[in-house]
């Protein structure tokens, strides 16, 4: 079993327990359930392009910062004009959570990309009640029918979709899905080898209707650059900034070398 695997097994249990802990009519009660979702697909389109992880450790890199508050985190990285925020909400793998949204929701107004490992509607649910603007859907562990229906149920609550690929194959599975973004995680998520020619590589195979997002290993404005000339407008970012003591500090240095390059 890889890595991948392992966090799609844990994430049905954990599914089906926190379904039998909090109905899905509870979430949809939730405050901030009616919010009018702001598009990520569209603030990448007008502006550095870049969508700022929240990220306290992973699979690949075991800790990576884990003494940092959320709340200062995204408030930095939203001075420093990202077009996006991503907070990862899994627990086991990431030490992300679903209050880290929360807490990031009621302190920046930048679209906020919810990072999980999505399995079920309720996980969507879950997105919209905790104040995401966009969803992530893996195409390696979902069939088309659950890429369509989950991006359907998304679209149905305002959000935006960020579907990601790591292949030609997960790409041809995606072409009929309404998601908003296409995103090529450079980081095999099975062997964790990261390559930025894989999203050079697929980059002329995404129609041009999907916004296209370019996710990990990314560390040089250089990179973003030759990522531009592939058709790329947006670059999701995580290490590279929350490995730094003051990752909106990193993140403002690197959008205002890459503005200084324009
Ligand atoms: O980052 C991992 O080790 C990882 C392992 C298994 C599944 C997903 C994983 N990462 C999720 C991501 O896609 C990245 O957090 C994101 O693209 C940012 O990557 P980076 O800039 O390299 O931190």
Same mark, same amino acid.
């Given at each position: 079993?890889?890595?991948?695997?392992?966090?799609?097994?844990?994430?049905?249990?954990?599914?089906?327990?926190?379904?039998?802990?909090?109905?899905?009519?509870?979430?949809?009660?939730?405050?901030?359930?009616?919010?009018?979702?702001?598009?990520?697909?569209?603030?990448?389109?007008?502006?550095?392009?870049?969508?700022?992880?929240?990220?306290?450790?992973?699979?690949?890199?075991?800790?990576?910062?884990?003494?940092?508050?959320?709340?200062?985190?995204?408030?930095?990285?939203?001075?420093?004009?990202?077009?996006?925020?991503?907070?990862?909400?899994?627990?086991?793998?990431?030490?992300?959570?679903?209050?880290?949204?929360?807490?990031?929701?009621?302190?920046?107004?930048?679209?906020?990309?919810?990072?999980?490992?999505?399995?079920?509607?309720?996980?969507?649910?879950?997105?919209?009640?905790?104040?995401?603007?966009?969803?992530?859907?893996?195409?390696?562990?979902?069939?088309?029918?659950?890429?369509?229906?989950?991006?359907?149920?998304?679209?149905?609550?305002?959000?935006?979709?960020?579907?990601?690929?790591?292949?030609?194959?997960?790409?041809?599975?995606?072409?009929?899905?309404?998601?908003?973004?296409?995103?090529?995680?450079?980081?095999?998520?099975?062997?964790?080898?990261?390559?930025?020619?894989?999203?050079?590589?697929?980059?002329? +195979? &995404?129609?041009?209707? @999907?916004? $296209?997002?370019?996710?990990? !290993?990314?560390?040089?404005?250089?990179? #973003? =650059?030759? *990522? %531009?000339?592939?058709?790329?407008?947006?670059? +999701? &970012?995580?290490?590279? @900034?929350? $490995?730094?003591?003051?990752? !909106?500090?990193?993140?403002?240095?690197? #959008? =205002?070398? *890459? %503005?200084?390059?324009?």
């Amino acid at each position: 079993m890889n890595i991948l695997d392992k966090i799609i097994a844990d994430k049905f249990k954990e599914v089906e327990l926190k379904k039998s802990l909090i109905p899905v009519s509870q979430l949809e009660n939730s405050v901030l359930f009616d919010r009018k979702c702001i598009s990520l697909a569209e603030s990448l389109k007008n502006g550095s392009g870049i969508i700022a992880e929240h990220k306290r450790r992973s699979p690949s890199k075991s800790v990576i910062n884990q003494s940092l508050n959320v709340q200062d985190v995204v408030k930095g990285y939203e001075e420093a004009e990202v077009s996006g925020i991503s907070v990862l909400t899994d627990g086991k793998y990431f030490g992300g959570s679903l209050e880290d949204l929360l807490y990031a929701r009621a302190s920046v107004n930048t679209p906020l990309l919810r990072k999980e490992f999505m399995v079920d509607a309720y996980q969507v649910s879950e997105a919209k009640a905790y104040g995401a603007d966009a969803i992530l859907l893996i195409a390696a562990v979902l069939s088309e029918k659950q890429l369509i229906y989950l991006a359907d149920s998304a679209k149905k609550l305002g959000m935006d979709v960020l579907l990601e690929i790591h292949n030609e194959e997960e790409l041809q599975k995606s072409l009929n899905v309404n998601a908003d973004m296409i995103g090529v995680n450079n980081r095999n998520l099975k062997t964790f080898e990261v390559s930025i020619d894989t999203s050079k590589r697929l980059a002329k +195979l &995404i129609p041009n209707e @999907f916004v $296209k997002v370019s996710e990990s !290993g990314i560390s040089t404005t250089a990179a #973003i =650059t030759d *990522l %531009k000339n592939y058709g790329f407008e947006g670059f +999701l &970012i995580g290490e590279n @900034f929350m $490995k730094t003591d003051n990752p !909106g500090a990193a993140a403002k240095e690197f #959008i =205002t070398e *890459l %503005k200084s390059m324009a």
